[in-house]
T-cell receptor
Framework: DGGITQSPKYLFRKEGQNVTLSCEQN?????MYWYRQDPGQGLRLIYY???????QKGDIAEGYSVSREKKESFPLTVTSAQKNPTAFYLC?????????????FGPGTRLTVL | GNSVTQMEGPVTLSEEAFLTINCTYT??????LFWYVQYPGEGLQLLLK?????DKGSNKGFEATYRKETTSFHLEKGSVQVSDSAVYFC????????????????FGQGTILTVHP
């Protein structure tokens, strides 16, 4: 079945450590996105990528980094510079950024900093 | 910039009650409007959408009409079920007059719906 997978489902990290969240899609979509979800705040865009080897900062990119070496993969690294990293992280993809196509979401990764 | 405001939650209803979740927006250009649903522990699923004024999106008994004059996209369902319990997000995506989307989704804060038997 086509879709988006995120791993792990739950992730615990000690303060000061970097951690990488995985996102893979087999929908052959060009565009991929990372969102952060906090209680009562909806979703906020961290980074997005329109095509392989390209990515753009979203609204809250500070303390995060991404790479897009392959079309199907868009990993997100939460660095020690992110002051409040505990949140639910959602990855999404769509056929293209500049289009009216639907964004499909993965199941999410819940990151907790201990 | 673009913004979306949803009614404060949580909303608690009995089964078969009528549901309205209000959503208003601020945007330049000609936005497309969406409702997403998030069931416990899962990602978001697109529930319905409308891409131009007066369009009505509908799915699974839910409806929402794109009202440009009131900048609203309220979600309604005539008779809710326990299985509708979830978090509902209103969202918009900006676009120009030619319909070219700017891609980014702007989300409201989400409304928690709980339906009791």
């Amino acid at each position: 079945d086509g879709g988006i997978t995120q791993s792990p489902k739950y992730l615990f990290r000690k303060e000061g450590q970097n951690v990488t969240l995985s996102c893979e899609q087999n929908l052959n979509h060009d565009a991929m996105y990372w969102y952060r979800q906090d209680p009562g705040q909806g979703l906020r865009l961290i980074y997005y990528s329109q095509i392989v080897n390209d990515f753009q900062k979203g609204d809250i990119a500070e303390g995060y980094s991404v790479s897009r070496e392959k079309k199907e993969s868009f990993p997100l690294t939460v660095t020690s510079a992110q002051k409040n990293p505990t949140a639910f992280y959602l990855c999404a993809s769509s056929k293209a950024v500049a289009s009216n196509n639907e964004q499909f979401f993965g199941p999410g990764t819940r990151l907790t900093v201990l | 910039g673009n913004s979306v405001t949803q009614m404060e939650g949580p909303v608690t209803l009995s089964e078969e009650a009528f549901l309205t979740i209000n959503c208003t927006y601020t945007a330049t250009g000609y936005p497309s409007l969406f409702w997403y649903v998030q069931y416990p522990g899962e990602g978001l699923q697109l529930l319905l959408k409308a891409t131009k004024a007066d369009d009505k999106g509908s799915n699974k008994g839910f409806e929402a009409t794109y009202r440009k004059e009131t900048t609203s996209f309220h979600l309604e369902k005539g008779s809710v079920q326990v299985s509708d319990s979830a978090v509902y997000f209103c969202a918009l995506r900006g676009s120009n007059a030619g319909g070219t989307s700017y891609g980014k989704l702007t989300f409201g804060q989400g409304t928690i719906l709980t339906v009791h038997p």
